[in-house]
DNA sequence: ATAGGGTTAG
């Protein structure tokens, strides 16, 4: 119990009245507080609530705890005097009534007051469990919330279509292939198997595990696919590097009549710059004004790098130009298109007018020199951000070693390895492979030669120690891979990043995961 | 009585 809560008992135990005297009185209290609530005065209508010494409806708790964790608010101290009023004056609240608290709790950032209301119920429902075990999965605690999944069923209560979806949550957040499939079999058999929800989770998960094959065949076996399953099945196919697959899903969408999310846009138009589909991008740009997309930050912004990456800078720069769409991603692909595209001056002019920066501006800066060998003008530039800012990451150090290696100036190499190692950016495959050019293009083989067993090292007691990496020869192809489980989940996005990216066979990739569930 | 899945720039 709370210090809230000790002070309200403190004021029953004064002898003030635990009912209102009057029994209009709670009544309008009642009114008083919801006439604050609809004028988006929450943390009015809570005071009123929490300094009020009667117990409510328990709906106006429901709806006050739904009200503290909607999008934006995040109103953690009112969820708590709430909570406090609640108990305080109901000692014994319906069970529904602490699940909401619990998922109030969560969606305000504090999974230790949700687990810690969790472990204080008396009673609990499946709806108590669904609500804690979702909340692991939103709070970045897979691992718990595969816990309490096995959990839930050795206490006695059977999981439901949530209950699978929350898993399967946190099952794509760690890339947890092996538990899916054995979590696919268990939907299958208690019969979920027709949900959307579902069905899309496990679209997600095979796809993103690369089993495109499987994602795809779950895709068509989903009745009526919504929004979000469409938004799932073209993302996937973009990042598995089939662009055309993703806009011809895109297109597909629209024969089903389900209106796109503007990220949808987003994902196919991405899909056509990662194929130079400049046509295709255009129709796109149609169908967004058509159905009044275009004024969009994220579609218009989309829009710009599309026609950027396409090469139809003209047209990037009218979307760039037109009032109300130029928030820092659009500045960021605006300079990014000229500076790929060797118009490096006036990328430069623009990024020097950018109202506001952050990492990936300079490093899109920075790549258009990078590109095309202005290594003075890099050299400059990265003098110029080390001044402006202390936002660098692993791009950045890998640009800063490309121009290292263009200059074939070790010297300067060896102070930047000096500080990735300092600051502990060893792990990154992009900074390493960065490292290793450019001690090669500068004929130091040896130097290259360590970093490459360090590099590898690093792999080895970074994954292979938790989980499993091998490599192995098979039928005269190179590699095929084993990846990582959730304690080393860096390193096995980067090795696969590496593989897709060296054109190497993908087998199956196995994931591990420790518990084997039983039911 | 409810709850669950996806997310633009280097």
Redo the contacts with the bound molecule.
């Keep these: 119990m709370g210090g809230n809560s000790l002070l309200n008992l403190l004021l029953c135990d004064k002898g003030h009245l635990t009912k209102p005297s009057n029994p209009a009185t709670a009544k309008a209290v009642t009114t008083t507080i919801l006439n604050h609530l609809d004028s988006g005065r929450l943390r009015k209508a809570v005071s009123i609530l929490f300094y009020a010494p009667f117990p409510f409806h ?2 106006l708790y ?1 709806r006050l705890f ?1 009200l503290c964790s909607s999008t934006g608010s995040r109103a953690i101290v009112e969820a708590r005097k709430v909570e406090s009023h609640l108990f305080t004056f109901s000692p014994t609240p ?4 602490v ?2 608290a619990i ?1 109030a709790f ?2 305000c950032g504090s999974l230790g007051d949700a687990r810690e209301l969790f472990e204080e119920m008396p009673q609990r ?7 804690l075990i ?2 692991c ?2 709070s970045g605690s897979p691992e718990e919330a595969f816990r309490l999944f096995v959990k839930m069923s050795r206490s006695g209560f059977l999981p ?7 898993a ?2 946190s099952c ?2 760690v890339l947890a292939l092996s538990l899916s499939r054995q979590v696919h079999g268990l939907i299958v058999k208690y019969g ?1 198997g027709g ?7 496990l679209v ?1 998960i095979y796809g ?1 595990c690369v089993i495109m094959d499987d994602a795809r065949k779950i895709f068509d076996e ?1 009745k009526n ?5 469409w ?2 099945i073209v ?2 196919y973009l ?1 598995m590097g089939e662009g055309e697959e993703a806009i011809v899903m895109f297109f597909h969408m629209f024969k089903a009549a389900v209106r796109p ?4 846009f ?2 196919a ?2 899909a056509c ?1 990662s194929i130079s589909a400049l046509d295709e991008g255009i129709q796109i740009h149609g169908v967004a004004i058509k159905m009044g997309f275009d004024d969009d ?6 829009l710009i ?1 599309m026609y ?2 396409c090469g139809d800078l003209e047209s990037a720069s009218a979307i760039f130009d037109q009032p109300n769409s130029k ?7 605006i ?2 298109g000229y ?2 595209s060797g118009k490096t001056w006036k990328a430069r002019e623009l990024f020097d007018e950018m109202p506001e920066r ?7 800066m ?3 020199y990078t ?1 095309y060998s202005q290594w003075e003008e890099a050299v400059d530039f990265i003098f110029l951000m080390r001044n402006t800012t202390n ?6 150090l890998g ?1 800063i070693l490309k121009v290292c290696a263009g200059l074939s100036d070790v010297e300067l190499g060896k102070q930047v390895h000096g500080f990735i190692y300092r600051h502990g950016f060893s792990s990154s495959i992009f900074v390493g492979n960065g490292l290793l050019h450019m001690y090669s293009k500068c004929g130091k083989m040896r130097s290259a030669k360590t970093v490459w067993f360090h590099q590898i090292s690093h792999w080895r007691d970074r994954v292979s120690s938790n989980a499993l990496l091998s490599s192995y020869a098979r039928r005269g192809r190179i590699l095929h891979v084993a990846c990582a489980n959730i304690f080393a989940l860096e390193q096995g996005k980067q090795i696969h990043g590496f593989m897709i990216r060296n054109g190497y066979t993908m087998d199956t990739p196995f994931l591990f995961f420790s518990c084997t569930l039983r039911f």
């Design positions: 328990f709906s429901a739904q319906p069970v529904f009534l699940n909401r998922e969560a969606k429902d499946g709806g108590s469990w669904n609500a979702t909340a999965s939103h439901n279509e949530v209950t699978f979806a929350s399967l949550g794509a957040a979920f949900n959307v929800v579902i069905g899309s989770s997600d993103k989903i696919p919504n929004a979000i399953s938004n799932i993302r996937r990042e999310l503007k990220f949808t987003s994902n138009l991405v710059s930050e994220i579609v218009s912004s989309s790098d950027a990456k928030d820092v991603i659009s500045w960021t692909s300079v990014s500076a790929m952050n990492v990936i501006s300079w490093n899109a920075l790549a258009g590109r936002n660098i990451d692993q791009v950045t640009l």
